[in-house]
């Protein structure tokens, strides 16, 4: 064979080659990926439905116990929660052995230590499940209910950074003032037949407190995390300035992305697609108020953002704040595994999913019907946003591969 014969036939087999790994074999490594997007996905339904069930047969650790060795820096909780109806039972009907002031915050709440050593945090009810909290995106107070709807949301879309929350009906009379602490005992009083409280925060007042049915209070449980991981507060890159007529950058610069991604930790690492993951979830429960956000402490940049204070959500179903996705469109990059996620739950599944894993909860009906059809709603303009983004720059810049291992040894 001539030499120029073989030159040719050499630069025809490279070539052979460099399709098959560029569009064979990587696709098959992309191809195995969905499908395991896509287990994990139905392992998810199969368990979406959590029973309070008051008994752990198959081990003698308590609850809390099991729940603490749950977190590990990328999770709160593993993918498989066997134990997880005994843990919200738990929660749901423990005794309350001390009640204290809420830890320090602009909302009030109040610091509740369950039988067996376990903190929680009370949030009350405030509104009822029709109100519609009118002005801006962030107005109004807490929403118990919220809380409860925001970790169930957090199951489904299976980020599982949310601490695990339930409702709970709590006596004012009987479990709480017995134990109350006299800091939080001093903010009791009763306005008609309604015992209530007004705590300590930054809003706080006597004149706003918050009132039981008679004694009975609605309200939601939130589950501490282990002390053995102490929390490191981070101001959000996109957050607000909450001053009139002042906006805060990345508000009026579109190419803020670029220099967010020079700063630390988003310059490398999975900090900056964490903050896009919670841009999507604040969005669908039109959480306008993450200024601050935790991650485990010493972690380098490695840690999760930790889906905390999820209550000023599901106030207004009419309102829809796009500007909450703007580390989405304007950074333009999303993680394959939670756009694959997103698309499993279009076409109504979203708010099927949400209504069935909220459907056990001691205070369901969790949330309304209006604000479980606008999930379903915000879902598809998130999917729009993000195809909006391919377009422009196509799918292998926008979706990145970012599969983290998560051990629970």
């Known amino acids: 064979m001539k030499l120029k014969q073989r030159v040719v036939l050499l630069a025809i087999l490279l070539v052979i080659f460099i399709f098959t790994k560029v ?6 490594d992309t191809s195995a990926a969905n499908r395991e997007d896509q287990r994990a996905f139905h392992r998810m339904m199969s368990g979406l439905r959590v029973e309070l069930v008051p008994k752990l047969d198959h081990t003698l650790q308590s609850p809390w116990e099991i729940a603490a060795q749950w977190v590990v820096p990328r999770e709160v909780y593993p993918e498989e929660t ?3 109806g005994a843990i919200m039972h738990a929660m749901a009907t423990k005794k309350i052995i001390k009640a204290d002031v809420g830890y320090k915050g602009t909302q009030l709440k109040a610091l ?32 118990h209910n919220a809380e409860v709807a925001a970790f169930h949301l957090d199951r489904i879309l299976g980020f599982r950074r949310a601490p695990l929350v339930v409702g709970r009906y709590v006596n004012l009379r009987t479990e709480i003032k017995p134990v109350a602490t006299e800091q939080l005992l001093s903010t009791f009083l009763t306005v008609g037949n309604n015992t209530c409280f007004y705590g300590k925060c930054y809003y706080c007042r006597e004149t706003e407190p918050a009132c039981a049915d008679g004694d009975m209070m609605e309200g ?8 053995v991981w102490p929390l490191q507060k981070h101001r959000h890159p996109w957050g607000r300035t909450y001053r009139e007529g002042k906006l805060a950058r990345w508000e009026y610069d579109e190419s803020y992305c670029d220099a967010v991604k020079k700063t630390s930790p ?21 959480n306008a108020d ?17 889906l905390l204070d999820n209550a000023k959500s599901f106030g207004n179903p009419s309102l829809d704040e796009r500007s909450i996705l703007a580390p989405l469109y304007q950074c333009c990059i999303i993680r394959v595994s939670t756009w694959n996620r997103l698309n499993y739950l279009k076409n109504g599944v979203l708010k099927s999913a949400l209504k069935s ?23 598809l303009n998130v999917l729009a946003t993000v195809k909006q983004c391919t ?19």
Do not use: C
Not at 23 to 28: A, M, P, R, S, V
Not at 112 to 137: A, C, M, T, W
Not at 293 to 299: G, I, M, N, V
């Open 290 to 306: 993450r200024h601050h956000y935790e991650s485990f402490q010493d972690d380098e940049g490695a840690s999760m953002l930790i």
């Open 112 to 143: 509740l230590i369950l039988e067996g050593g376990q903190k929680v945090v009370f949030k009350p009810k405030r509104y009822s499940r029709d109100y519609v909290v009118e002005g801006e995106p962030y107005a109004g107070y807490d929403r």
């Open 266 to 286: 988003y310059d490398s690492g999975p900090r900056l697609l964490d903050i896009i993951d919670t841009a999507v979830f604040d969005y669908l429960i039109g």
């Open 357 to 379: 894993a909220m459907a056990h909860d001691p205070i369901s009906p969790v949330l309304s019907d209006p604000h479980l059809d606008t999930v379903d709603q915000r879902l």
């Open 23 to 28: 569009f064979l074999i990587d696709n098959l």
């Open 220 to 227: 939601s449980i939130t589950l501490w995390l282990p002390d």
């Open 82 to 84: 066997p134990e997880l």
């Open 391 to 409: 377009d422009q720059f196509g799918m292998d810049t926008v979706l990145v591969e970012d599969r983290m291992p998560l051990s629970h040894l």
